[in-house]
């Protein structure tokens, strides 16, 4: 049976809102990323590199030198822990170092 009025755009968008949640209105920032399970000191690709969660524990580890000051760690910086490019999948502490140790440029 036809309507007596058309739809408008407005009649339509008030459909919408009916129809969706209200959560689905509003803008969401997106979804925090957790970090990758930590890095095993244990684990046999950690020990190849000598990795340690402390760095003051490496006899090796120049002053200054920690998985936070490397160029190759990815956690943000101020982190406790994030990801590392040698160890894909996982985190390293952000107090911790290896023998790969890179300073950054
Ligand atoms: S490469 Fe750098 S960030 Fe990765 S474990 Fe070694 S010292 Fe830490």
């Keep these: ?6 739809r408008t755009r407005r009649d ?5 809102a009916v129809l969706l949640p209200a959560g689905a209105l509003v803008a969401r920032p997106a979804a925090a990323e ?11 690709e ?7 969660e402390n760095a003051a524990t490496a006899k090796a580890a120049t002053a200054g030198a920690n998985c936070g000051s490397c160029a ?12 590392c490019q040698i160890f894909p999948g996982k985190s390293v502490k952000a ?4 023998s790969s140790w890179a300073a950054q440029m």
């Design 72 to 83: 190759l760690y990815q956690g943000k910086y101020g982190s406790a822990q994030g990801p």
């Design 34 to 44: 957790a970090d990758p399970p930590l890095l095993s000191p244990q684990a046999p």
């Design 12 to 16: 339509l968008l008030l459909s919408l």
């Design 95 to 98: 107090a911790g170092w290896c």
């Design 1 to 6: 049976m036809p309507s007596d009025h058309p």
């Design 46 to 52: 950690a020990k190849a590199v000598k990795y340690t």
